[in-house]
């Protein structure tokens, strides 16, 4: 991992803990943290409760500036008006929300977003002061016909063609075969897709835009192979998942650096 890039530990709930639970959850993590002393200058930590909590969080976060940012799983590729079900970016914002996920492979399959959809929600959580995390990964079918780099490079390039140069955005390649299914990639495979993919900034929005931009890796991340991803230049940080959801295992992801033993 290139020290100039400071790392990024994501961890996005999915569809899981209340408000209420996620309460507790954020007090625990946020004593684990200070327990383990963990180092918020060394390694970023970020959060993506679903939108129902993210008032419970931030009012959390905000009362006692715990070392956590705050994102949401989605935003509307509109800023507001008639879209029923839709959560704006703008308020977003105002909830002190750094981040959103755009993309996810979940959002692909269940709600048909494609990479028009996801260009246009990249551009307005940019529009709204946003960083996007933008999710792009081959499905296994993806893997057999075409390898790995061609279906992200094809997602990202989509997305960045008509994104305009400059603005910062996280990139996430997280294979979908490796979602959720306790098979991550091996560092090898990641790393190789990653560097394509930072290739890839390079082509379209220059040296600098590929220099600065955090790429992660998301699939079955776990404090026990944290480390093997983490060593590699192009990866800086994880989007996980699972592992997100159980205080220890996801402190122990934040504590990458200090791992004795990397696999
Ligand atoms: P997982 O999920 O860590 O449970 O595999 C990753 C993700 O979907 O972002």
């Not at 079955?220 to 983490?230: D, E, H, Q, R, T």
């Amino acid at each position: 991992m290139a020290t100039t890039r400071r790392p990024l530990i994501a961890g996005n709930w999915k569809m899981n803990l209340d408000h209420l639970q996620s309460i507790a959850f954020v007090q625990k993590l946020a004593w684990a943290l200070k327990d383990k002393k963990f180092n918020e200058q060394e390694v970023e930590v970020a959060v993506f409760p679903p939108f129902t909590d993210l008032r419970s969080v931030q009012t959390l976060i905000n009362a006692d500036d715990l070392p956590l940012q705050l994102g949401a799983q989605d935003v509307s590729m509109h800023d507001e008006g008639a879209h029923t079900g839709d959560v704006s970016g703008v308020f977003l914002k105002a909830l002190d929300c750094q981040y959103v996920i755009v993309g996810h492979s979940e959002r692909r399959a269940d709600h048909h977003e494609d990479d028009e959809v996801c260009t246009s929600k990249v551009q307005a959580a940019l529009r709204n002061n946003l960083v996007p995390i933008l999710c792009v990964g081959e499905t296994a079918e993806d893997l057999e016909q075409y390898g790995a780099s061609k279906v992200p490079v094809d997602q990202l390039t989509a997305v960045l063609s008509s994104v305009k140069k400059g603005a910062e955005m996280v990139i996430a390649y997280e294979p979908v075969w490796a979602i959720g299914s306790g098979q991550a990639a091996t560092p090898d495979q990641a790393e190789e897709v990653c560097a394509t993919l930072r290739d890839t900034i390079r082509s379209l929005h220059g040296d600098e835009a590929a220099q600065s931009t955090r790429i992660l890796y998301g699939g079955s991340v776990k404090s026990g192979n944290i480390a093997g991803f983490l060593k590699r230049e192009n990866i800086d940080g994880a989007l996980v998942g699972g592992a997100s959801l159980d205080v220890d295992e996801f402190v122990a992801i934040a504590r990458f650096p200090h791992h004795v033993s990397v696999d």
